[in-house]
């Protein structure tokens, strides 16, 4: 099941900036999806675990660590930004290039996302939205399955992902495209259970 999504219409970044902020949309392809309600705090918690691990690694480095809500612009082509048909929202971010940053998030591709799957959202991430990090050219991706406890990578040759990576969350991990920065498992999984 998809998310839902706010109209039949096709839209744009433009369309996406006059809407009422208290609700939160991601576009893809001009479809406006509805996001899911908050998640879940465990999922929170890896997020968070996460983020600080990458931004910790990538201090004194022209890289940033971002996380949700954060909006990233993935033109097609050269296209002004109220035209721009997709805007994600990656659970946890890292953009090398300080000129792709501005006041209202990026423009351009990540160099490496990370989405943490829940129910009400991993089959939109494991389809739509990883179609849309493909087209757009972003270097890394990695789909977080916190029920089996597997990470699903993803590398872009230039032209789209190559074959996927699958690997227990265990130990350590670094991604390809930044090597220097390693994800200890053991610290995203040791949330509390109650």
């Known amino acids: 099941m998809g998310l839902p999504r706010r109209d039949a219409e096709l839209h744009t970044y433009g ?9 939160r949309y991601e ?14 705090r465990i999922h929170q918690e890896m997020v968070g675990e996460l983020y600080r691990q990458i931004a910790n690694a990538l201090e004194r480095t022209p890289c940033r660590a971002y996380v949700a809500p954060f909006d990233v612009r993935l033109p097609r082509r050269g296209e002004a930004d109220g035209d721009v048909d997709t805007v994600v929202q990656p659970d946890v971010l890292v953009v090398c290039d300080p000129s792709k940053l501005d006041e209202r998030g990026m423009r351009g591709p990540p160099d490496w996302v990370i989405e943490v799957l829940s129910p009400a959202t991993a089959g939109h991430d ?10 757009a050219g972003v270097r890394e991706v990695w789909l ?51």
């Not at 494991?126 to 087209?135: G, I, M, N």
């Open 144 to 194: 977080v399955h916190p029920t089996d406890q597997v990470v699903t990578v993803y590398e872009h040759s230039g032209a789209a992902f190559g074959r996927p990576s699958i690997a227990e969350l265990r130990d350590e991990m670094a991604p390809k495209v930044l090597p220097s920065v390693t994800i200890e498992w053991g610290r995203v999984l040791s949330y509390p259970e109650a």
């Open 27 to 40: 576009l893809i392809d001009g479809v406006a999806y509805l996001m899911s309600p908050a998640p879940s």
């Open 126 to 135: 494991q389809t739509v939205k990883l179609a849309a990090y493909e087209r």
């Open 15 to 23: 369309d996406l900036l006059s809407w009422p902020e208290d609700v």
